[in-house]
């Protein structure tokens, strides 16, 4: 009788051997003379081979050497990307995302922990879309949940009933473990399940227990509520985190703001310039001449290290959160309001606590020397930036004193000196629009408007980047640990990617280094094709991310940089306070170790993407309403948009007025078979049709998928092909595509034939 490890040896063997090729697991069975009865052993014994990387699972279900390199695990975070497949991104600085080989993702779920190990790309089918030259891992370890609670539509099949996630990036239905008779009522509903009985590191399937009803799915004010619960995310604080920001703010209001041991700025002209909608007033500026054309520039930041003790109640609910979120309707609070608004806001008339930063610049807005220091100042006026741009184009701000207008007239002068500097020395001049969901009272969209950076905006970035580039520079002078922001150059195979880009966007010259790519910017500057352009750039570009290690900042051009300005919405910041403090009082023991800066750095780094993630999930669930309810009136466009990538079913195109993105199917362009070039840059036919990156192409509405957040296009007048079963409302027990639970649904009508 042959035992698993007998198996096991006999099929690794196999899998070595010079002229084996892969065989699906019952050709397998054959070839080992295996007992039918023996089937479950080999399987088991494939899974377990597969798991510690010596087999692997290959298409059409066949089984063959793993093709593992050797080299170590690599751990990090499992990311899934709208186009189905799922990626590694390491925890250590410096290494790229790696996709994972599909075949070994198993009951992996968007943001668990996991372990990999690297395989040659020939190891595994090569995936539609995927470069060569990607980099391929495969998944041998769930380390850690992240996600505990799920949210989706209820729905059943004839003995159980399960969740269909409402995240786009959870493909798998969720069975629960309740009775299907308990959960009659809510099928249909939105409702939140707790993950249980989940035994990740076995593969096992998710299992969930139904918590709560969140009702009709088509009610527009469940839409960012469902998501923070999908999520784990709550604006509300703990008791305790509420409790010490009561406290706090009924210190400041008996005793006031303590100026003892502190440099008093209460006499200077002080003005925060922040949004209109701002509650948060984090930074202050002032501007005051010095002898031989200098300038001494104030940079003034809320001390929230004076009211929050590292390790106390407070703290460690920032810390968890890592940042604020700023969502679509609302924003999740790093830091609970009593705190932010009442206490740490730099409100005009009032005394309030500071770190200051003094940095004196020469006549060419040069920096000459700096100075940090806490502070206590008083603000003599909060101005919004719309104000202060129709100042700066009328010359008129209603209400404003003369030295208040001639300090925002110097400030003007010096912040653009400044930035002409910068990009002089080698930063990044350009950036994509930001379009804003406009929503009504019921949290309906009822339309988009575009912004964009303006002069008064800018004044303030240049301030806010002086002061964060000096305290970097004093961090990293003074030898102590520090928590950085770093921002590489692209890689080689993103540098080459980006020239193929460009070329096809008609681009003849590849640039090689920052001075190419503003030159190139300024180039189309006004110009149709400013915005894929631009595009093109950033999306070939690294992500920024925070580390124990002073390296430079691409995209800014400093080789010294940090987050300093913004304590009460990033815990890097406040990090960075306690750190500079404890220089500013001559500290022999950092605030920080280098071990434990190292592991707020990946924190940080992490709560960061997460909170990216949902902020464009907020815009995006908004977006899909917006069009399904246009498409249920008959409203199909046509819209004007541009083909921003291409894959082997169609055209992506985003709109231009709203950013939406969306597939045009290669069957809604004719019946002409497409053929998608080999860099993936252009579509053609045999008749010479062809569609490439950049084309701008007008379009119209075909199909929108709310569950999934997908739109399809159509052409403008072409014939419309029946849209395909996702995109059909979903019933109560309708059966769902896609992997599902263990236990299949009855079938009501038979499969219907491939054509």
Request: charged share 25%.
């Amino acid at each position: 009788m042959t035992n698993s490890n007998d198996l096991a040896r006999r099929v690794a063997a196999l899998f070595s051997a010079p002229r084996y090729r892969p065989l699906p697991e019952r050709d397998l069975a054959q070839h080992l003379h295996l007992e039918p009865g023996q089937r479950g052993l080999l399987r088991q014994t494939l899974r377990d081979l597969q798991a510690r990387g010596q087999a692997a699972a290959l298409s059409g279900g066949r089984w063959g050497a793993a093709a593992v390199v050797a080299a170590a695990p690599v751990a990090g975070t499992f990311c899934v990307r709208p186009n189905g497949f799922g990626w590694l991104v390491p925890d250590g600085p410096r290494q790229p995302p790696m996709l994972i080989d599909p075949a070994s993702v198993g009951a992996a779920m968007n943001g668990d922990k996991i372990q990999a190990v690297p395989i040659r790309p020939e190891a595994f089918a090569r995936l539609p879309g995927v470069r060569p030259d990607t980099k391929v891992v495969r998944l041998v370890r769930i380390v850690e949940r992240k996600r505990q609670w799920v949210v989706g539509l209820l729905q059943a099949a004839p003995q159980y009933a399960f969740v269909v996630p409402r995240d786009p990036l959870l493909r798998t239905p969720i069975r629960l473990v309740d009775p299907l008779a308990k959960l009659e009522p809510h099928l249909g509903h939105l409702v939140v399940a707790r993950i249980v009985a989940d035994d990740p590191a076995a593969g096992q399937p998710v299992v969930a227990k139904f918590s709560e009803d969140l009702g009709d799915p088509d009610d527009a004010a469940s839409d960012v509520p469902a998501l923070l619960k999908d999520r784990g995310r709550s604006e509300t604080f703990p008791a305790d985190v509420n409790h010490a920001a009561r406290q706090a703010r009924e210190r400041l209001a008996r005793h006031g703001a303590e100026a003892r041991g502190r440099i008093d700025l209460r006499g200077e002209l002080i003005v925060a310039i922040d949004p209109a909608d701002a509650h948060d007033h984090d930074d202050a500026v002032s501007l005051a001449p010095l002898p031989g054309g200098r300038w001494k520039l104030g940079v003034h930041i809320a001390d929230v290290a004076a009211y929050v003790e590292p390790g106390s109640a407070i703290d460690r609910e920032a810390l968890r959160r890592g940042n604020s979120t700023y969502l679509v309707d609302r924003v999740v609070r790093m830091l609970p309001k009593d705190l932010t608004v009442s206490v740490c806001s730099l409100l005009p008339g009032e005394d309030h606590l500071a770190h200051t930063v003094e940095i004196v610049f020469d006549d060419r807005g040069q920096v000459l020397e700096t100075k940090t220091f806490r502070s206590i100042i008083r603000a003599k006026a909060i101005l919004a930036y719309e104000q202060v741009q129709d100042f700066f184009d009328s010359g008129h701000l209603p209400g404003a004193s003369a030295e208040l207008c001639a300090a925002l007239r110097n400030l003007r002068r010096l912040a653009k000196k400044i930035r002409a500097l910068r990009f002089e020395n080698g930063a990044l001049d350009f950036a994509l629009p930001e379009v804003h969901c406009d929503l009504d009272a019921e949290g309906n969209p009822v339309g988009f408007t575009r912004r964009g950076a303006t002069e008064a905006y800018n004044l303030i970035e240049e301030c806010m980047l002086a002061a964060n580039q000096a305290v970097a520079r004093k961090v990293h002078a003074a030898g102590v640990p520090g928590i950085y922001r770093v921002h590489e150059e692209p890689s080689d195979e993103q540098w080459a990617r980006m020239a193929a880009e460009l070329r096809a966007l008609g681009h003849r010259s590849a640039p090689r280094n920052a001075q190419d790519l503003n030159r190139l910017a300024r180039a189309v500057l006004g110009k149709p094709e400013q915005y894929m352009t631009t595009l093109t750039l950033l999306r070939n570009m690294k992500r920024a991310t925070y580390e124990a290690t002073c390296r430079p900042h691409f995209g800014l051009g400093f080789t010294h940089y940090a987050h300093f300005t913004s304590p009460i919405r990033r815990y890097p910041d406040l990090v960075l306070h306690r750190i500079l403090i404890g220089l500013e009082e001559g500290r022999k023991t950092p605030a920080y170790s280098a071990a434990e800066i190292e592991k707020l750095a990946l924190h940080c780094s992490d709560t960061e993407r997460e909170s990216a993630e949902l902020e464009g999930q907020s815009v995006q669930i908004k977006r899909i309403r917006y069009f399904a309810e246009r498409l249920a009136r008959g409203e199909t466009g046509p819209f004007r948009g541009t083909v921003i990538s291409l894959n082997p079913k169609g055209l992506i195109v985003e709109l231009a007025d709203t950013l939406q993105q969306g597939m045009l199917p290669y069957y809604a362009l004719g019946r002409d078979r497409f053929a998608l070039s080999a860099d993936g840059l252009s579509a053609t036919t045999g008749r010479g049709t062809a569609f490439r990156l950049g084309q701008s192409i007008e379009v119209e509405l075909a199909a929108v998928d709310e569950p999934s957040r997908r739109v399809d296009f159509g052409l403008p007048g072409a014939p419309r092909r029946p849209a395909d079963s996702r995109h059909k409302p979903i019933d109560k027990r309708r059966k769902t595509s896609g992997n599902r639970p263990s236990e299949r649904p009855r079938r009501s009508q038979p499969r219907r034939k491939r054509t």
